[in-house]
């Protein structure tokens, strides 16, 4: 009796071990897998860091000016992709934002001006921004109306506003950019605080407030609840149809935001202003390790992306390469993250 006992101990001690193996596997593969957006930054990081003391015995990662172009680089595509972090969680899209970003610029820089003629330079710029973000409400509570109310797709409802905001913001800027003559617009978009330029300061502020709205409050564990599962969010008493409603809203005023900047940066508004960032927001947002499926994503993980994609654009300029490749790495990164989230996905359901 005894003898069979111990021949039967590291049999069962066996049949454990290999099920525990697996599991701590699965879960470091993961683990690496929700951090792939930072992964990705250091690689590339360190690519430009290897080149640059190789072919130029200069540093890329410990330059100050190489960090504050990139952040600049970012901001814009940041500020749409934080709005659509929000969008995506939930199980939506928003292909309008660049041009709602556009309409934002044109119509800043239009109350601008006008207020200016009025009011002395700092109210001026402050009457531009409220207007150039109010406007960008406009288009997003139609999108809100459109998909929550009338069950319209995302994708088409939104691709829609996108040829809507589009037209008007040409019509308003009457086929041209509309010049900012405004001393504190042109501060905001090109000034300095304690060597930090303003809009990194303005957007990194903007960051912290939508990661504590995402991380920290009910908005955000419903966006969360309604992602992974719009009927469950039903049944636990979520008013879907409402907060649906001000995701697009928040989205909208994320582009808004983006266009007063844009506005601000190069003191003119122009209606295509977004227009090149529409895909760099997604990705951003999708490289940052959100599932285009709902239901995950993170703020921090968006701001990942962000720098993943200036790092890109800023990196190869920075070693002399041809701009178009910047579509071709940031389309391979793009399909890497997907991959990464479908093996994610499966490796969780298996969990």
């Known amino acids: 009796m005894s003898a069979h006992s111990t ?29 792939r957006a930072w992964l990705f930054l250091a690689l590339l990081l360190i690519f430009f860091e290897v080149w640059a003391q190789t072919q130029y015995g200069a540093t890329f990662l410990f330059s ?12 814009a595509p940041l500020l749409l992709a934080l709005g659509s972090t929000f969008v995506i969680i939930s199980g939506g899209i928003d292909l309008s934002i660049g041009f709602i970003m556009g309409l934002s610029a044109v119509a800043g820089a239009h109350a601008a001006n006008t207020a200016g003629l009025y009011l002395p330079p700092f109210p001026a710029m402050l009457v531009g921004a409220v207007v150039g973000v109010a406007v960008a409400l406009v288009p997003g ?25 589009r037209g008007t913001a040409f019509l308003l800027a009457g086929g041209t950019t509309v010049p900012v003559s405004n001393a504190w617009f042109a501060w905001v978009g090109n000034g300095r605080l304690a060597g930090v330029p303003v ?30 599962s719009e009927q469950a969010a039903l049944r636990a008493g979520i008013n879907v149809s409402r907060h649906i409603r001000k995701l ?20 003119a508004g122009a209606a295509q202003a977004g227009e090149p960032l529409l895909l760099d927001s997604i990705a951003a947002v999708v490289i940052g390790g959100a599932s285009l499926f709902g239901g995950s994503g993170t703020i921090l993980g968006t701001v990942a992306g962000a720098l993943v994609i200036a790092v890109i654009q800023y990196g190869l300029v920075f070693i ?14 793009i399909v890497i993250s997907v ?13």
């Not at 139609?142 to 995302?154: A, R, T």
């Open 248 to 267: 697009y809203l928040l989205s909208a005023a994320c582009a808004g935001l983006g266009g007063v900047l844009y506005a601000a940066r190069f003191t």
């Open 320 to 333: 002399n390469v041809e701009p178009f490749w910047q579509f071709i790495a940031v389309g391979t990164v």
């Open 141 to 165: 509570s139609i999108n809100g109306l459109l998909i929550s109310k009338l069950k319209v797709p995302p994708f088409i409802g939104t691709l829609g506003m996108y040829g809507v905001a």
């Open 7 to 35: 021949t039967a101990a590291p049999s069962k001690t066996g049949h454990h071990a290999a099920p525990a193996k697996a599991s701590a596997s699965r879960r470091l593969i993961l683990r690496i897998a929700a951090m």
């Open 339 to 351: 991959l990464v989230d479908q093996t994610q996905r499966r490796f969780s359901a298996e969990g």
């Open 64 to 75: 100050l000016y190489n960090a504050q172009s990139i952040a600049v680089f970012a901001v």
């Open 199 to 228: 809009v990194v300061v303005i957007t990194a502020l903007f960051v912290l407030l939508m990661h504590y709205l995402l991380s920290q409050t009910r908005f955000g564990q419903h966006t969360y609840a309604i992602g992974a």
